[in-house]
C-alpha cells in the first residue's frame, strides 16, 4: 500500500508549462480555500464566547457547507498527450543590462558648471565607475535568478515527461507519481481526513481514514430574534447525517479526481471511521465501500449534486457493514 505523504515527491512551486501550471495552480487554489475555511472554524472553536455573531454564523455555515461539498470544483480531465509534447525549457542568456546602462551614464557624463566649481568631477567619474561595479553584480544576481529558475523548470518538465510517457505505457508508478505530484487529495485532507491507496489492474482502491471527533461539528450556531448567537449541541442523527454526507462527497471527490489524472476504469473507496463515538463506539471500523466507473462518472454533473437524496439516484450495489448510520451506499 502506498500511503500518501509530503516528502513522497518534492515539486517546485513553479510548474513548467502553461498548462501543467494552470492543473497545479486550480489544486493549490482549491487547497488554499479549504484551508482558509478550516483556520477560520478552528478559531471559532477556541472563542469562549463569541463577540463577532455576522463572522461567526458565516463561519459555521461555510465549514458545514463545505465538508458536504468537497466533490465540487473539481479538475478537468488532464491532457497527458498535451503535456507530452510541452517544449523543453531553454536555458536563458546571460544579460548586462545594468552594467550597459552604467557604463552609459559613464560615456555621457558631462561635468557641470557646478562640478567644475566645487572641484567635483573626479569624485562623480569615480562614482559612476563603482555603479558599474555594482552594475555587474545586479547583473549577475539577475542572471543566477533566471538560471534557477530555469533548473527548476527543466527538473518539472523532466518530470512531467516521465510521468506523461509512464501513463502512456499503463504504468503503476506513474501512476502514483502524478497524484504524489498535483496532490489531488490535499483538499480532503485539508479537513482532516487520511488517505492510502494501493493499485491493481486498471483499478485504484483508497481508504478513506476520518476522523468524526475532529471533522464533524458536535454544535450549531442559532441566532435569536435579537441578534444574540449561541451553540446548541447537534442531535446523534444530525451529526449522523453531516458524517455520510461528508464521506459520500469525499468519496465522489477522490473518483472524480483521480479519473481526471489517470486511465483507470475502477475507483474502490472503503470508508473506515477512526473515531467512531458518533456511532456509540470506539474501534475503527469500515462503515462502507463504494465502487465508481469511469463512464458513469463521465456522464454525471456531480456539481449539481447537493444532498445524500440526490446520490440515492445513483445508488446501484454496495456493501453494508455494522454501522447503523449507513443504510445505502453511492456506486455506479
Not at 463577540?51 to 463561519?59: I, R, V
Not at 557604463?103 to 567644475?116: A, E, G
Amino acid at each position: 500500500m502506498l500511503k500518501k505523504t509530503e516528502d513522497t515527491m518534492t515539486t517546485s512551486q513553479r510548474v513548467i508549462n502553461s498548462y501543467g501550471a494552470a492543473v497545479y495552480s486550480k489544486e493549490r487554489e482549491l487547497q488554499k480555500r479549504a484551508q482558509e475555511c478550516v483556520k477560520q472554524y478552528n478559531k471559532l472553536q477556541e472563542l469562549k464566547q463569541i463577540k463577532n455573531p455576522h463572522e461567526a454564523l458565516a463561519a459555521w455555515k461555510s465549514y458545514v457547507t463545505n465538508i458536504q461539498s468537497v466533490h465540487k470544483n473539481c479538475i478537468e480531465s488532464v491532457d497527458w498527450d498535451r503535456i507530452q509534447r510541452s517544449r523543453k525549457p531553454r536555458e536563458p542568456r546571460k544579460t548586462r543590462t545594468h552594467e550597459f546602462e552604467a557604463q552609459f551614464q559613464l560615456q555621457n557624463y558631462t561635468p557641470s558648471v557646478l562640478d567644475k566649481f566645487s572641484r567635483s568631477i573626479q569624485k562623480k567619474i569615480n562614482r559612476l565607475k563603482r555603479n558599474i561595479d555594482l552594475a555587474k553584480i545586479k547583473d549577475r544576481e539577475e542572471n543566477d535568478l533566471r538560471y534557477g529558475r530555469f533548473l527548476d523548470d527543466l527538473r518539472n518538465w523532466e518530470v512531467l515527461q516521465d510521468i506523461a510517457n509512464g501513463i502512456q505505457k499503463n504504468k503503476t508508478v506513474s501512476y502514483n507519481n502524478a497524484l504524489q505530484y498535483f496532490k489531488p487529495f490535499d483538499i480532503i485532507q485539508e479537513y482532516g481526513d487520511d488517505i492510502i491507496y494501493s493499485f491493481s489492474e486498471n483499478a485504484l482502491e483508497i481508504e478513506l481514514h476520518v476522523c468524526t471527533e475532529k471533522i464533524i461539528p458536535k454544535y450549531e450556531l442559532i441566532q435569536s430574534e435579537s441578534g444574540k448567537v449561541y451553540k446548541r449541541m447537534l442531535t446523534t442523527s444530525k451529526m449522523q447525517e453531516l458524517y455520510q454526507n461528508h464521506v459520500y462527497s469525499s468519496s465522489l471527490k477522490i473518483a472524480r479526481e483521480v479519473f481526471a489524472y489517470l486511465p483507470l476504469k475502477q475507483v474502490i473507496v472503503n470508508t473506515i471511521n477512526t473515531n467512531n463515538s458518533i456511532l456509540s463506539s470506539t474501534k475503527a471500523q469500515t462503515d462502507f465501500s463504494v465502487s465508481f466507473d469511469s463512464k458513469t462518472i463521465g456522464k454525471l454533473n456531480t456539481d449539481e449534486i447537493e444532498t445524500t437524496d440526490d446520490m440515492f439516484h445513483f445508488v446501484d450495489s454496495m456493501q453494508e457493514n455494522s454501522s447503523p448510520a449507513f443504510n445505502v451506499a453511492l456506486s455506479a
